[in-house]
């Protein structure tokens, strides 16, 4: 219906498709899906172009019903596609990645890639180092949560290091 609507190519018909991918998804449908998200990537593309920021969630949905689906080593691309679009259209430094980040170490940890999951967990700390002044609240919450990945890694000493620097800096920023 929203393509005999709006036409075969454009954003609300991208839309319907997303959604429609969504829900197939949640329901368990790998392979329709997949093809639902495709589609709208591919309708979004061609209305504004293959870096449009609009192509950013489906590629997401896309990644994370590859994760559900066991394939993780495809979840690993999309999500990166997603990150390099991200960066593309919001910067190389944007917030916005963080959950992508986040959702390749999870597909790393699925692949038994240890070295690769922690890649992206320093990935997200280095953004909060270049975007945030060394021991400011958001800088030191970056800290923080990279702690936390190296506690439930089992890293106990680089954990407690992490912590450590984050309370020099406390010390040495907020007296």
Do not use: K
Request: no cysteine; charged share 25%.
């Amino acid at each position: 219906l929203t393509e005999q609507e709006f036409g075969t190519e454009s954003i609300e018909t991208a839309d319907a498709y997303h959604s429609a991918a969504d829900v197939q998804r949640d329901a368990g449908e790998h392979e329709l899906a997949e093809q639902n998200y495709l589609r709208a990537v591919e309708l979004f593309r061609a209305v504004d172009g293959p870096y449009t920021h609009r192509a950013i969630e489906p590629l997401i949905g896309l990644g994370d019903n590859y994760q559900a689906a066991g394939q993780h080593l495809n979840a690993v691309a999309v999500y990166n596609e997603a990150r390099t679009i991200s960066r593309r259209a919001y910067g190389l430094l944007n917030e916005g990645q963080v959950p992508i980040l986040d959702r390749i170490t999870e597909a790393f940890q699925a692949l038994g890639q240890y070295v690769e999951a922690d890649e992206q967990q320093r990935t997200i700390l280095h953004l909060a180092e270049r975007n945030y002044p060394e021991g400011s609240l958001e800088h030191l919450e970056a800290l923080y949560r990279y702690a936390g990945w190296l506690r439930s890694s089992g890293r106990f000493h680089d954990e407690r290091l992490q912590y450590a620097r984050a309370m020099r800096l406390i010390r040495e920023m907020h007296g």
